[in-house]
Structures are given as structure tokens and as C-alpha cells.
């Protein structure tokens, strides 16, 4: 699903204009970015975190120059969904 989808299903689902279906979504979608920014996770009951994982320094290797180049260590955004969201998609197939 695209955020263009996104935001026609909560058009037709609330009737709410599209452009400030759209100027919400995007507004939500700036306020998670800049949380983590910040180092701050957001939480979100009965969804899930947002969060930033830590992957730590390692040696890459290029093969075909048969050369190793270190990887510094560096934050990547992650998102772990709760309980209640795993449980409801658990067992789709």
C-alpha cells in the first residue's frame, strides 16, 4: 500500500478532504523522522515503536578489488510492532 492509498482509504472512510487527509499523513510521517532524529522512539498502543537499532563496526570486503573497507558503526530506523499486531497477522497466509 502507498501513501497515496493510504490517504484515499481514510478519504473514503471519513470523508475528509483528501488534501488534509494528505498534509496529516505527511505531518505524521515528519514528526516520526524527526523524533528519531532526536534519538527519541515513538510509541504507538497497539502498533508498535519506532525506534533506532545500533549496528556496530565491522570489516566489509569488496571481492572483486580484493580490498576490506571498515563500516563505522551507525544508527539505522527500525520498528517493532506490539503483541496485539503480531497476533493479528501471525497466522495470515
Do not use: C
Not at 515513538?42 to 571481492?63: D, E, H, S
Amino acid at each position: 500500500m502507498t501513501k497515496s492509498e493510504i490517504v484515499e482509504s481514510i478519504n473514503a472512510n471519513t470523508g475528509i478532504d483528501r488534501n488534509d487527509v494528505l498534509k496529516v499523513v505527511e505531518g505524521y510521517m515528519e514528526i516520526v523522522k524527526n523524533s528519531l532524529i532526536k534519538g527519541e522512539n515513538v510509541y504507538l498502543r497497539g502498533f508498535g515503536t519506532f525506534g533506532l537499532k545500533t549496528r556496530k563496526q565491522k570489516v566489509a570486503r569488496n571481492i572483486s578489488a580484493k580490498t576490506s573497507v571498515i563500516v563505522p558503526e551507525h544508527n539505522i530506523p527500525s520498528f517493532k510492532p506490539s503483541k496485539e499486531f503480531m497476533a493479528m497477522v501471525k497466522d495470515i497466509k
